[in-house]
């Protein structure tokens, strides 16, 4: 009954599309066509270096993924026994337009040739939609710096063929977004009747998902940083195929049009930014999978997509998302008040909902824990639950019910936001299954040198447990009772007294990057009848002197 109860709140929230796509997808498959390609449309500009990914090819044949390395030669292009995310990467090709691309052109021409010879339509991971369209962009982005030989535009056409009937309606949310433009790549790339169908599919679908994708705040609907800033890149990207190829008036305005967009979410993805250039850890997310802060800014400015910069100090509320930023003085807050995500597309969510992350300078204090891997094993399930995060956890239960590998059922609801110049507080219903339908509270106060937070869970006979994970290579120091210092080396950054409740250290786990967790510490602080409050107060060696 359990397990139907999970699933009934799972998918009632499905859209019909969704459910009918699904049907389709498992039932229908497009035919194979195999025609030559159609003509190359003449470039009217020249491409724009797009942001680049570090280098994947460290060897002939040898590949580092999610910062897994393996020889292509002993494990093939869809080795069973590799996690599926490291297979989709191996087939997207993004060593095509890597750092220092231009040194491993020959060995590109293997690859593509390889490739081609060794995954026929439509075996394999490599011909599922997702790592098609992302395959077929990178091609295209090689194809402006690289004359293509005749075979690889061939495959190209046979690949563009099968994604056009292959379209992600089942999934939506981003899949959609790259499927549309990687039709959008082709229908410019080529030209003719049928490359101007795939542009015409394409841009529908890309008009009406950015209405639904991109909220007014300018994030992503999914509020991850990481899916972020793949989602401005992808923009982006538009902005500058549409440039080389087009110059018709209509793709003038839409490109003006995607250009004021492009404006909101740069301004959202700098607020979910931490001072030291590394995204937030809200949701699915880690460093080195999407562009970095600086490749898009850079990127951005040379599109005419420019926002202006973030005030000093201020307490910045992204009122659809449901994110803020707090910064006074050193102090940067990054505080999720946000909902996990579209209701009928939460895959991407963590129970995470009030946690908060802290940089004094650009020195990170407090990281939520990351995300290592997708799948459906022990790890993913930690590190989407709430114990991984700074923000409170009831009866040793998740604030929202997050399962497989990709699911949701149960979602935790915030409401009563509420600011009073540096006081921010807002409450959550994700406990309410409980005995007693508690509401978590969290309220948190930045003074000048001081940061206050303070947790209240309304059934107070509760067990219930307060999180603040330290970025590695920090640890606590026992001040006194119920006071610690957080150190690096014999440095101290700052004191943390537990005013309300009992604290204790214990030992967690920081996975900043695909592949990576790395040991940290954490405190925790157990509530007394309902309620805690910690007092954080950092020294004058908490950041460097020139960041004051």
């Known amino acids: ?95 095509l337009n890597a750092a220092q691309n231009e040194c491993r052109t020959p060995f590109h021409h293997q690859l593509i040739q390889r490739w081609i010879a060794e995954n026929p339509p439509v075996a394999g991971s490599g011909w599922e939609p997702y790592p098609t369209s992302l395959r077929i ?21 046979v690949q563009v063929r099968w994604l056009e009937g292959r379209l992600e309606f089942h999934l939506l949310g981003n899949h959609l977004f790259a499927n549309a433009k990687a039709l959008m790549f082709a229908g410019l790339f080529f030209e003719g009747k049928e490359s101007q169908r795939w542009l015409d599919r394409g841009t529908q679908i890309v008009e009406h998902e950015l209405q639904e994708q991109i909220l007014p705040d300018g994030g992503q609907f999914e509020r991850t940083p990481m899916y972020q800033a793949l989602a401005l890149e992808d923009l982006l990207d ?34 979910m930014t931490h001072p030291d250039g590394a995204y937030s850890h809200f949701n699915d997310c880690a460093q080195g999978l999407a562009p970095t802060m600086h490749e898009l800014e850079r990127y951005a400015h040379e599109l005419g997509v420019t926002s202006p910069p973030l005030e000093r100090e201020a307490v910045t509320r992204l009122q659809e998302s449901g994110y803020v930023r707090m910064s006074r003085g050193a102090c940067t807050i990054l505080f999720d008040a946000a909902e996990v995500g579209p209701d009928y597309l939460p895959g991407h969510a963590h129970a995470d909902t009030l946690s908060l992350e802290l940089s004094l300078g650009k020195r990170r204090i407090l990281v939520n824990g ?92 509760l067990s219930a447990i307060a999180r603040y994970n330290l970025m590695p290579g920090l640890r606590w120091r026992l001040l006194g009772s119920e006071a ?59 950041y460097p002197v020139s960041d004051r």
């Not at 599309?17 to 159609?38: C, E, H, M, N, Y």
């Not at 194809?143 to 005749?150: A, G, H, I, M």
């Not at 500058?240 to 301004?267: H, I």
């Open 238 to 271: 538009l902005v500058n195929v549409c440039e080389v190829f087009v110059a018709s008036p209509k793709y003038q305005a839409l490109c003006a049009d995607w250009r004021r967009v492009g404006r909101r979410m740069l301004r959202w993805l700098r607020c």
């Open 370 to 461: 990351g995300t290592s891997c997708y799948g459906l094993g022990e790890q993913r399930m930690f590190e989407r639950g709430t114990p991984a995060h700074n923000t409170v956890t009831v009866d040793s239960r998740n604030s929202s019910e997050v399962w497989s590998g990709f699911r949701v059922g149960r979602r935790a609801r915030p409401f009563g936001y509420m600011q009073a110049g540096w006081r921010v507080c807002c409450s959550h219903d994700g406990y309410r299954f409980l005995a007693g339908r508690p509401d978590h509270q969290r309220c948190i106060e930045l003074l000048d040198r001081e940061l206050l937070v303070a947790d209240r869970i309304s059934a107070a006979e």
């Open 137 to 157: 962009v990178n091609w295209i982005k090689w194809f402006l710096r690289e004359t293509p030989r005749e075979e690889y535009l061939n495959s190209l056409a």
């Open 484 to 542: 610690w210092e957080i150190v690096d080396a014999d440095l101290v950054i700052a004191t943390v007294a537990v005013e309300r409740g009992r604290g204790s250290i214990r030992p967690a786990a920081y996975s900043p990057e695909f592949g990576v967790v790395q040991a940290t510490e954490c405190l925790e602080v157990e509530l007394i009848d309902g309620e805690c409050a910690t007092r954080w107060i950092w020294t004058n060696d908490a």
């Open 1 to 95: 009954m359990t397990r139907i109860g999970t699933l009934w709140r799972t998918a009632r929230h499905l859209r019909a599309t969704q459910i009918i796509g699904r049907v389709k997808f498992r039932l229908w498959r497009p035919g194979i066509d195999s025609a030559p390609a159609p003509g190359l449309r003449r470039c009217k500009a020249a491409w724009t270096k797009s942001p680049e990914r570090a280098a994947s090819v460290t060897a002939p044949w040898v590949l580092k993924l999610l910062n897994d390395e393996r020889d292509l030669n002993a494990v093939g292009w869809d080795d069973p026994s590799l996690a599926k995310l490291w297979r989709y990467n191996l087939h997207y090709f993004d060593d």
